[in-house]
């Protein structure tokens, strides 16, 4: 559903509503979105490869078929060391 290129980031939102949303991400080699908080908790999952997760300024390594969750209004940061897929989902407070 989503190829990964060449030194970016692309992303496909696959379901968006008052709830959340879940989004696909491909990231390339060496790409990384910075510190930032936000107002609803999430959940990543990676699909494919591996990533570097930051939650409060601690790194986790999420490999395939691994999930981890991202409290509401903590800083966060995700880095590709390799290349990789992930789904973001996003849970919006009713």
């Known amino acids: 559903m989503i190829d990964i290129q060449p030194q970016a980031i692309v992303s496909r939102i696959l379901l968006k509503n008052a ?4 989004t696909l991400f491909g990231f390339a080699a060496g790409q990384e979105v910075s ?4 107002p609803f908790e999430a959940m990543i ?3 494919e490869g591996a990533a570097e997760v930051s939650i409060a300024g601690t790194w986790h390594t ?3 078929g691994q999930a981890i ?3 509401a209004g ?7 060391p390799q290349a990789f897929k992930m789904l973001l989902t996003m849970l ?3």
Request: a positive charge.
């Open 45 to 47: 999952q990676v699909v």
């Open 62 to 64: 999420v490999g395939e």
């Open 35 to 38: 510190e930032h908080t936000a």
């Open 92 to 94: 919006r407070k009713a």
């Open 19 to 22: 709830s959340g949303s879940i």
């Open 74 to 80: 903590v800083p966060h940061a995700v880095r590709a």
């Open 69 to 71: 969750l991202l409290p």
